[in-house]
């Protein structure tokens, strides 16, 4: 269900309240270009700012538009377990294909903890879970043995894992763990390609939001063979994946969606904030070295 180019998309805001218009037109762009899944409400969404009706409004615009023409992969995680598996039922109500799912943050649970969490929330519910281990924002790391032991309990709950943890080593250790058919994911785009050699699937990147196409075709030429393609466009897009993160993120996506889609708005929610002067320079080279500007 999920391979290739999967943007973790921006939420649009307009006035402080989510601008529904200019997310369906992000979405209906996104399909156009050739990214094969969305991601509505993760970290680059702002979902830990956005009210509860909010997220699951943003997620069922994002359904409506993609009218199955993609799958939907929705944010749902919470440090909360009650709160998770709740959020899983808003997701399924809200028509999400499936949910993406990080680990309790803040609260630190034992191995033994987090898989007791997933536990819950398997047991709650029958709609695919995508894994997501971001130990960075977390702090919460799933250690290859807990993630084989969540994979071998529940073979047909969850599919796979977006890995952040930057380990490329890991890849190998999941397949061994998890089998050939667990679903790894990059998180890190600029790691993306050698995620790939190793396994992976795929990206669940922030670039794609700014460059959709050439993420497609990058992916598309790693999974068709033609890896001096693949190179190619990873050396064109690896300063714009850079860029990306010269500044608190989302800040730096969104001021460079608005570079390539001038009409698309800038506003951020509190405590995220605008990039500063010199992460929209580093922007600006990184979109002119990549063409797209």
Same mark, same amino acid.
């Given at each position: 269900?999920?391979? /290739? ?154 599919? /796979? ?19 050939? /058919?667990?679903?790894?994911?990059? /998180? ?106």
């Amino acid at each position: 269900m999920f391979s /290739g180019s999967i943007p973790a998309l921006v939420t649009p805001f307009r006035d402080g309240r989510f601008a529904e218009e200019d997310y369906r037109t992000l979405v209906e762009w996104q399909i156009a270009e050739g990214s094969l899944a969305l991601v509505p409400c993760g970290t680059t969404g702002e979902a830990a700012t956005l009210t509860k009706d909010e997220h699951f409004e943003v997620v069922r615009v994002c359904v409506d538009q993609a009218r199955g023409r993609v799958p939907v992969l929705a944010g749902a995680g919470s440090n909360d377990t009650l709160v998770a598996i709740a959020n899983v039922h808003a997701a399924k109500a809200s028509g999400a294909d499936a949910v993406l799912m990080v680990p309790p943050y803040y609260n630190r649970p034992s191995q033994e903890g987090i898989f007791r969490h997933f536990e819950a929330v398997a047991e709650a519910t029958d709609l695919p879970i995508i894994l997501y281990n971001v130990p960075g924002r977390t702090v919460t790391d799933i250690q290859p043995a807990t993630m084989a032991r969540i994979a071998a309990a529940f073979p047909d709950r969850f599919l /796979g894992v977006k890995d952040a943890t930057g380990q490329l080593g890991r890849v190998s250790e999941q397949r061994a763990g998890c089998g050939a /058919g667990f679903i790894q994911l990059s /998180g890190n785009d600029e790691t993306a390609l050698a995620f790939n050699a190793m396994g992976g699937t795929g990206c669940i990147s922030v670039t794609a939001n700014v460059a959709p196409r050439l993420c497609a075709e990058f992916q598309a030429a790693w999974a068709a063979g033609d890896n001096v393609r693949a190179l190619e466009l990873h050396d064109r897009l690896y300063p714009l994946h850079i860029a990306m993160f010269t500044d608190a993120s989302p800040g730096p996506v969104k001021y460079a969606l608005g570079r390539v889609r001038p009409s698309f708005p800038g506003e951020l929610r509190l405590p995220m904030t605008a990039a500063s002067g010199a992460s929209r320079a580093a922007i600006d080279a990184a979109l002119a070295h990549a063409k797209l500007i």
